[in-house]
């Protein structure tokens, strides 16, 4: 069976040669045939090599190593030949996406019949095709500092009273960028108040807050994805400057930009959750804080070479922001419209409005109360009023008597008062 011979083995062939080895004691002791050891000193010899010579240089062997292979390698065909005629259509071809296979046949339209192995190995060698990217190292940044999420489907729950039947539901997953320690929430929905509730969980599962939360553009972060100015919804904007945080999302399209929670999807589901009986969504939550904490956590990771936890509690935890100590009131941003009753709904509640309102934006409504502040003409208007359950109406004095005072100019046939739109923020603090 042929074996190739190494430089270091070459090399030793020579000086045994200079030492007056015999030729087939060279060849037992480096485990070549008789016939390879002749031919090499044959060459060396029509060289003009000799074995008195004390030493040889390195542009010498570089000559004989020349002179035994002088064509570098196996020569190429005719088809070759013909891929090299065809160099910038092929290269053309590729630059537009098509594939070898499409390729081929055009070129044989043109009466050019090149077999497919030829033009692959055409096309990798001489144009690049297939190639994967430059790979860049990235830092991994200062402990505590970059917290990446990502949301997928994981898994499905059971009912208990109708077991054919089951409910599928999806996680954010939280992993921190220098220890690599992960945290999965279980959710049903991709909204900015489960992404606010998952950040929530995340920092009374790390015990702190990180600096800065790499996401990608989902709707329920992100309104407007941009590479520089991307526009955070007004209620998570709201709760990064509460818990005095950043948000950083990746570039639409860059997978790279938060890799290290890129692929956490797949291995959620199919090692947290595969084959898993759970029957509600804090079954799945329960599940997910002891995989985390006792299964990934104390694996070895293959790049850090330590276990996450470990790892994140030895130098990450203590950097941290402090944890929030009271819960957050997640907020309800409404854009209601104000008719000419002036009642203005708001999560299926009714709020009455001053009549000076015609037209209002989006504002956070908290609980348990409403926040009114209208701007007319540069002139603000505040109110505070409990909040209203669904079908329930808030109406206060002055909202009733300017409605009653429209309706009564309206109906002595005098015109309406006309007032400029403006704008209503509504808010429950």
Not at 61 to 88: I, K, N
Not at 186 to 196: K, M, V
Not at 235 to 259: G, I, M, N, S
Not at 388 to 406: D, F, K, L
Request: proline fraction near 8%; charge should be positive.
């Amino acid at each position: 069976m042929y074996r190739e011979v190494t430089m270091i083995e070459f090399r030793e062939v020579l000086r045994l040669w200079q030492e007056q080895v015999p030729k087939k004691r060279i060849a037992a002791r480096l485990g070549l045939d008789p016939k390879t050891v002749r031919r090499y000193l044959r060459a060396a010899e029509a060289a003009g090599l000799r074995a008195e010579m004390e030493t040889l240089s390195d542009e010498q062997v570089r000559d004989l190593l020349l002179a035994l292979q002088p064509s570098g390698g196996r020569p190429h065909g005719e088809d070759w030949t013909r891929c090299s005629e065809q160099r910038e259509a092929i290269q053309h071809w590729l630059v537009e996406g098509l594939r070898l296979t499409k390729i081929r046949k055009l070129l044989a339209r043109q009466g050019m019949s090149i077999g497919y192995p030829t033009l692959y190995r055409f096309a990798v060698e001489q144009l690049q095709f297939g190639r994967a990217a430059t790979t860049i190292p990235i830092l991994e940044g200062d402990p505590g500092q970059e917290l990446q999420v990502d949301t997928g489907w994981v898994g499905w729950l059971t009912l208990p009273l109708s077991p054919q039947k089951r409910r599928r539901f999806r996680a954010w997953i939280f992993t921190a960028i220098f220890s690599r320690y992960r945290f999965v929430y279980p959710t049903f929905e991709e909204t900015t108040a489960r992404a606010i509730e998952a950040c929530e969980a995340a920092w009374q599962f790390f015990g702190g807050i990180f600096r800065v939360l790499i996401s990608d553009n989902t709707k329920a972060i992100i309104v407007q994805p941009d590479a520089l100015t991307p526009h955070v919804t007004p209620a998570f904007l709201e709760y990064t400057q509460t818990r005095k945080f950043h948000v950083d999302p990746a570039r639409v399209r860059h997978p790279r930009d938060k890799a290290k929670v890129e692929r956490a999807v797949s291995s959620v589901r199919d090692d947290c959750f595969a084959g898993e009986v759970l029957a509600t969504l804090d079954d799945a939550r329960v599940h997910a804080c002891h995989w985390c904490r006792q299964e990934y956590g104390l694996r070895r990771h293959s790049r850090t070479q330590r276990p996450p936890r470990e790892h994140f509690e030895a130098e990450e935890q203590s950097v941290l922001l402090p944890a929030p100590t009271t819960p957050y009131d997640i907020p309800l941003w409404s854009a209601p419209k104000v008719p000419r009753d002036q009642l203005a709904v708001v999560d299926k509640a009714f709020y009455s409005i001053p009549h000076s309102v015609r037209s209002c934006r989006p504002g956070p409504i908290n609980r348990p109360f409403v926040s009114t502040t209208t701007m007319c003409w540069s002139k603000p208007i505040h109110g505070n009023r409990p909040a209203a359950a669904p079908s329930m109406r808030r109406i206060t004095r002055s909202s009733a008597a300017s409605t009653h005072c429209e309706m009564s100019n309206h109906c002595s046939g005098r015109p309406p008062v006309m007032v400029r739109p403006s704008a209503v923020l509504l808010r429950r603090c």
